[in-house]
């Protein structure tokens, strides 16, 4: 008996799929802990990590897996995500690193799918120029409360799942030009940083959600990019007219024809202008669009091609 018994409609073969597998979670504050515990108890083999922080005091009320003594220890966030997945299963392959993103994208380049939960524009970005580079899915996480006024506020967020030839997240207006030069990070008008774990909990399970729906054909329903947004005030989840008026047409922003480039520069990609979005002809099928109708996971090589493993 495995202990991953009990969600066998997953697929005959989904637990040597999931454990064959490398997820990279790109923070690991209210959104990544989630996405690590629970890519963890699902049964996913490999994990790339990646946090420049340690936690703090504040960080108590939403990091999974934080605990009193790690704030006195000052214990790195990718520490504290290891010591979790760990937990739950010991044969987990983990790469840390605690660093910002950037800085690891020797490592993130092994990823077959990114989980990201970042808090500033130019992260969110620079990462999504990095993946649809190299042919990699990527699964964006993002939360913000606003006062509406009368001393009520509004808590909102979303969870995006792109990838090459799919909206990108200028095309889904994630990214814009005065959120770059503004830098919206200041998160809302709540004060500092707002957040709060049950809706990083609940943005986190409906990425998990959507990554399970990518590598396992637990429903059989192909699914290439979403755009779910969460309304924390009415407790619903519901897409976007963004994704739908997008349907059909390929991402203007970034060439098929740019991936695999071992001399790629995200600094030059990503200081491109941001534009606005046009109505391009279709792209042919993307090759992650054909790994949804198989159980094996992919190998990519260096030129951006892929290979059945």
């Known amino acids: 008996m495995s202990w991953l018994d009990r969600q066998s409609f997953l697929g005959p073969n989904s637990n040597e799929v999931l ?4 997820v990279g979670i790109v923070g690991l504050g209210g959104g990544g802990s989630h996405v690590a515990q629970q890519l963890a108890h699902v049964g996913v083999g490999g994990f790339i990590v990646v946090d420049p922080d340690s936690i703090t005091d504040t960080n108590l009320n939403r990091l ?47 990823c077959d799918i990114v989980i990201a939960a970042l808090d500033n524009v130019r992260a969110k970005h620079e990462l999504d120029a990095f993946t649809r580079r190299f042919m990699i899915p990527l699964i964006d996480m993002g939360m ?31 990214v814009t030009a005065p959120g770059l030069t503004e830098e ?4 809302g008008s709540a004060g500092g940083n707002p957040q709060v ?13 959507l990554f399970m729906q990518v590598v396992v054909p637990w429903n059989r329903r192909p699914i290439t990019s979403a755009f779910l947004e969460y309304d924390g005030n009415r407790h619903t989840i519901a897409e976007a007219d963004v994704l739908r008026r997008r349907a059909g047409t390929r991402c203007p922003h970034y060439s098929p024809k ?16 941001v534009r606005s979005p046009e109505q391009p002809p279709v792209l042919k099928q993307p090759w992650w669009r054909r790994l949804l109708s198989q159980v ?4 990519r090589q260096v030129d951006g091609s892929d290979v059945v493993g």
Not at 150 to 170: D, K, M, N, R, W
Not at 197 to 209: D, E, M, Q, R
């Open 197 to 209: 774990v049950w809706p990083n909990g609940v943005l986190a399970s409906t990425a998990v959600g």
């Open 19 to 22: 454990g064959a597998l490398t």
């Open 296 to 299: 094996r996971p992919r190998a």
């Open 184 to 187: 919206a990070a200041n998160y």
């Open 144 to 174: 913000d409360v606003h006062d509406v006024g009368g001393g009520s506020y509004l808590v909102a967020g979303q969870v995006i799942l792109t990838g090459p030839g799919e909206p990108c997240l200028q095309c889904l207006g994630i």
């Open 258 to 273: 740019d991936v695999g480039d071992p001399m790629f520069d995200i600094r030059k990609l990503a200081a491109a202008p």
């Open 64 to 110: 999974v897996g934080g605990t009193r003594a790690d704030v006195a220890a000052n214990a790195p966030k990718v520490d504290i995500a290891e010591r979790v997945i760990k937990a739950v299963n010991p044969a987990a392959r983990i790469i840390k690193r605690c660093c910002v993103w950037q800085a690891a994208d020797d490592a993130l380049k092994q």
